[in-house]
């Protein structure tokens, strides 16, 4: 069955444009994760959708924000873009909780 | 959440067997311990993962101490592919599917 989508590869803004970037999950999964990863701070959790609604946050500021439809694809929404915004972003799918299935990620670099 | 202790590198010539350790002193009577490996320039992969008792699967075992405050993960002969970094976790079943990722173990497999 087909892995986790994610678009696009690869992305550059501009610092503070917005930018949105899509994930879909494997099918029949209904929580979708995102992840930022940069070399000084790691993987670091975003967000969690399940089932549409936002079930869990980590800490970032309020210009990162997601969404999730009925099919479970989710988006995830960064605005007023800034240079320390450049990362590699994970979404991440699962069923039942036991094993998540992450994408290949977006890079976006902002300059 | 409960944090996770991994040496920052490990090395190893292809096919021997390699054992990355994991503490976790502070783990709950609730946390599952999952292992997910991230290969360059991929999204992390899930490897394993167990509440008490050890754990086979194709890809390695893990080995759960009786005190549940450490465990290790074994790859059993590691091939230049197995080059990756390692990550230890705890994750609480059930819950919300935030994973934290600390620093892991960067795996270097000499051929």
């Known amino acids: 069955k087909a892995g986790v989508t994610q678009t696009p590869r690869y992305l550059i803004k501009t610092r503070g444009q917005q930018v949105t970037l899509s994930c879909s999950p494997i099918s029949g999964h209904r929580s979708v994760s995102w992840y930022q990863q940069t070399p000084g701070q790691g993987l670091q959790f975003l967000f969690e959708y399940f089932s549409e609604t936002q079930r869990n946050k980590g800490n970032f500021p309020g210009r990162f924000s997601g969404r999730q439809f009925s099919n479970s694809r989710s988006e995830m929404n960064v605005s007023t873009l800034e240079l320390g915004d450049s990362a590699l972003y994970l979404c991440?799918?699962?069923?039942?909780?036991?094993?998540?299935?992450f994408g290949q990620g977006t890079r976006l670099t902002v300059v | 959440d409960a944090k996770t202790t991994q040496p920052n590198s490990m090395e190893s010539n292809e096919e021997e067997p390699v054992h990355l350790p994991c503490n976790h002193s502070t783990i709950s009577g609730t946390d599952y311990i999952h292992w997910y490996r991230q290969l360059p320039s991929q999204g992390p992969e899930y490897v394993i993962h167990g509440l008490t008792s050890n754990v086979n699967n194709r890809m390695a075992s893990l080995a759960i101490a009786e005190d549940r405050k450490s465990s290790t993960l074994i790859l059993h002969r590691v091939t230049l592919r197995d080059a990756a970094v390692y990550y230890c976790?705890?994750?609480?079943?059930?819950?919300?599917?935030?994973?934290?990722f600390g620093t892991g173990t960067r795996l270097t497999v000499i051929p």
């Open positions: 991440a799918s699962s069923a039942t909780g036991a094993e998540a299935f």
């Open positions: 976790i705890l994750k609480r079943e059930g819950g919300a599917n935030n994973l934290f």
